[in-house]
């Protein structure tokens, strides 16, 4: 679905990815890991084409973006759902007009399907109560699933995370894991996950959901080893990737990087 081909991509004169190659396959999920820094969020905002690298190309759907334009790169990102850091919603906009805001902005949609469109999604995450409330009245965890349901407008086959479980609390955490999870192994998402949470990327490595006969999302561990084999981790290093593998092959190796990251 995306192939990376030595990406080089710098500002000013800080290189922050050098030569990156790697390739995400339809329905796997990629943890991106690494310190501040070291170009996990460049490469989201590369996929989208918010930026273009300086050299190298990027393959989405068997189309090098590279060489598109910012219109035919709008349409691009149509297929892409991007979960910001702290949610990153409309303070002035309620609920309801966050999670529909493209539709509205599209104009395409009566406003009667728009909304019906956002209580399904908001259903999705869990939060069709809160349809008519402010971001102020939301906690921090509440904020992250909204902009999950905003982020699956349009049923994209890609979702982006940078840093969802940031600052929240084990409970929330897990919550909005399981909500990852259930995209990927339930709605068959590709996602892209960006953290620096060891203890989420073992998670989404080690479990998957899938649907009781009664109709529940069940979640469930890995096989004997419990890593699951669509999941792989990317380890960036100095703008280059030093390890790329299964989550448990990263927790055995001995570099010297990962060793520190992970200690």
Do not use: W
């Amino acid at each position: 679905m995306i192939e990376f081909r030595n990406v080089t991509k710098s500002f000013e004169d800080e290189v922050v990815l050098r030569n990156v190659s790697f390739r995400i396959r339809r329905g796997e999920t990629k943890i991106i890991l690494g310190v501040s820094g070291s170009g996990k969020s460049t490469i989201l905002k590369l996929i989208l084409g918010l930026i273009r690298p300086d050299s190298g190309q990027i393959i989405f759907e068997d189309q090098d973006i590279t060489l598109l334009s910012e219109q035919e790169l709008v349409g691009v990102r149509k297929k892409i759902g991007m979960v910001f850091q702290e949610g990153a919603l409309f303070d002035s906009l309620d609920v309801r007009e966050n999670v529909g805001y493209r539709l509205y902005e599209d104009g395409s949609m009566p406003d009667e399907e728009i909304g019906q469109v956002v209580l399904r999604l908001l259903s999705f995450v869990g939060l069709e109560d809160a349809i008519d409330k402010m971001p102020a009245e939301l906690s921090g965890g509440m904020k992250r699933r909204v902009g999950i349901a905003r982020a699956l407008v349009g049923t994209p086959r890609l979702v982006l995370y940078d840093e969802p479980t940031a600052g929240l609390d084990p409970i929330t955490k897990r919550t909005i894991v399981d909500l990852m999870i259930k995209l990927r192994d339930v709605e068959g998402v590709t996602t892209v996950f960006v953290t620096h949470d060891l203890q989420a990327a073992a998670t989404v490595a080690s479990e998957y959901a899938e649907t009781a006969p009664d109709g529940r999302i069940v979640f469930r561990r890995g096989g004997d080893n419990l890593c699951l084999l669509n999941v792989e981790c990317i380890m960036l290093e100095d703008g280059h990737i030093s390890f790329e593998g299964r989550y448990e092959d990263l927790m055995s190796s001995q570099l010297p990087f990962v060793r520190t990251f992970v200690a």
